[in-house]
């Protein structure tokens, strides 16, 4: 962890202090907690018919409330599923256009991403349920919030796989034009397909981010029935804000952690067979110390690429490492440094 | 466009509306953002739990879901207050989880050698804390913090709809829905509003970035 780096390992005395911060804090966490208990036991939070139309299976109300629930999970995934599938396919088109493209052609491009990367993404769904009305289009609002995802979203991923293709390797692109692959087939066979891998993880949190904006659907008026909304109708329903407030935090959260789950493994497999094709590769045991520490404090900056496998370390073998196998190790790396890429790729945005 | 140029004045005091918003919830979340990031780094476990419990539960929820608890389930507790505070509270709490974890991120990202350094002169906790990694910290922290903000500014318009009103897309929504206005038109103004703000605050932080960066 980071946080080692920070102080000794502590002594005698240090123990006795941060046993003590450690009790206070308990003390005043609990604290509070029970202060919060005792009011919400006041204003009568704690009584059964609250809770158990939500939580409770032997609820008469039980089942018709978790039939919307399953309504609401459906129509929020729906929509991210569907947003996401767009955006990556127009964000790759855009990414493609604006590469493609000399200094002056992409200008148009370069200043829509930028327009519409500056926009709340609430008021382009706010307005896509507007404008695509009056303009007489007749999509149903569950393709309004989609557009309106759609928006925002394919200029942020088209960023995401800028930043990728900027963080490859510069004698990839080189290679594929040595080759005779004209720009656009070295951009689309060559620096996408990687681009695309590098970024996945970033992809995949993005996509956390689509989810949680589902919720902004209630903007549009008849908007469709995602998990909010279901949350709203409840709390109109049974009068019970606080529990429908942990609800829709538990369901939330559980449906992000498993995305970012995802992410995670999505990752490792990724280093895994990127790792096989280097499996022969060794480094002497300095290296790999050095190489540890750095991993460990990538990933802990928020950084995706924590290929933290640790090489078998085998002195006098350094002579062994081709060099073909430099692009894959840098490729892998986008560190903090990588100004360029923290500022797209970093899952640390709070989205909209 | 004579719908721009006739309620200018109405665009005007949405625009004020939602800095006031992003002006609050700016000072409210660093210093919650800030006050978390210690905890996670400080050497008390318990703390450092409750700030990643924190983070993980507001990292993956939506703000919606963060001002319905502010805005419906503090009043059902008695706890009262103005619909604008609830609203900039709610937002607060949000952003102060992104806050935190770019400030810890900014912590992690100064080299090891200088903590070690720090603490083989002999510094406390404290004192290599804020005399050596924070002002190395808070530089490296400069564009992800900075995005964070750029976030906030765009998430302030979600209060106006959840009922704080007044700010720039609820303008926008009362002079479609009440008045009748081209709908186009009014989604100009209200475009054009946000990108004064988020814009220059993009090109601050990028000309900040430049004036703080450290080459390492």
């Not at chain 1, 991210?80 to 493609?100: F, K, N, P, Q």
Request: hydrophobic share 50%; aromatic share 8%; glycine share 10%.
């Amino acid at each position: 962890m980071s946080t080692s780096v920070l102080y000794d390992a502590p002594g005698p005395r240090a123990r006795r202090r941060s046993r003590i911060i450690s009790v206070v804090s308990i003390a005043v966490i609990l604290g509070l907690l029970a202060a919060a208990a005792w009011r919400l036991g006041q204003q009568g939070q704690f009584s059964p018919e609250l809770w158990s139309p939500l939580f409770w299976p032997g609820d008469d109300d039980f089942v018709t409330v978790w039939g919307r629930v399953g309504t609401g999970i459906r129509n929020t995934l729906l929509a991210a599923a569907a947003a996401i599938a767009l955006s990556l396919a127009i964000g790759v088109a855009v990414t493609t256009t604006r590469l493609m493209l000399g200094r002056g052609g992409r200008l148009p491009v370069v200043v829509l991403v930028e327009l519409l990367r500056g926009t709340p993404v609430v008021v382009l769904i706010f307005f896509s349920g507007k404008i695509l009305p009056a303009l007489g289009v007749g999509l149903d609002t569950f393709w309004q919030l989609v557009i309106g995802l759609t928006l925002y979203n394919s200029v942020v991923i088209a960023e995401i796989l800028r930043a990728g293709v900027a963080a490859l390797p510069r004698g990839q692109r080189e290679a594929g034009l040595a080759i005779g692959l004209t720009k656009r087939q070295t951009l689309l066979t060559i620096q996408m397909p990687q681009a695309f891998r590098l970024m996945l993880p970033a992809l995949i949190s993005q996509l956390v981010v689509i989810v949680k904006d589902t919720s902004l659907a209630g903007i549009i008026l008849t908007g469709p029935e995602e998990l909010l909304r279901i949350g709203e109708q409840l709390r109109n329903f049974f009068g019970n804000p606080l529990q429908v407030a942990i609800l829709l935090i538990i369901l939330f959260v559980t449906i992000n952690v498993l995305l970012s789950r995802l992410a995670t493994y999505v990752e490792r497999k990724l280093s895994e067979s990127r790792s096989k094709v280097s499996s022969d590769l060794d480094v002497d045991a300095d290296q790999v110390a050095d190489a540890t520490t750095a991993d460990d404090r990538r990933t802990d900056a928020g950084d995706a690429s924590g290929h933290g496998r640790r090489v078998r370390a085998r002195p006098g073998a350094l002579s062994r490492r081709s060099p073909a196998s430099r692009p894959t190790q840098s490729a892998n790396s986008v560190g903090p440094d990588d100004r360029r890429a923290w500022r797209t790729t970093s899952p640390d945005n709070p989205g909209g | 466009m004579s719908v721009l140029v006739d309620n200018i004045d109405l665009f005007w005091e949405g625009f004020l509306r939602s800095l006031e918003i992003i002006v609050f919830a700016l000072v409210g979340s660093l210093v919650l953002g800030t006050v978390l990031a210690m905890m996670r780094v400080s050497p008390a476990p318990p703390l450092q739990r409750f700030g990643s419990l924190y983070v993980a539960l507001v990292r993956n929820s939506p703000l919606t879901v963060m001002l319905f608890f502010t805005a419906f389930v503090l009043p059902a507790l008695g706890f009262n207050a103005e619909f604008f505070w609830l609203g900039v509270l709610g937002l607060s709490l949000y952003t102060a989880g992104f806050v935190c974890e770019a400030i810890r991120s900014g912590i992690n990202a100064v080299p090891a050698g200088q903590a070690e350094a720090a603490r083989s002169i002999g510094l406390t906790f404290g004192q290599s804390l804020g005399q050596v990694i924070m002002p190395q910290a808070f530089r490296s922290v400069v564009p992800p913090l900075g995005s964070v903000i750029i976030a906030m500014q765009k998430n302030s318009a979600i209060l106006g709809v959840f009922g704080v009103g007044g700010d720039l897309l609820s303008v926008g929504n009362r002079l479609i829905s009440a008045q009748g206005f081209a709908v186009s038109v009014v989604f100009l103004g209200v475009w054009v509003g946000y990108l004064a703000i988020t814009l220059p605050t993009g090109a601050l932080l990028g000309l900040l970035e430049r004036k703080v960066a450290i080459v390492r």
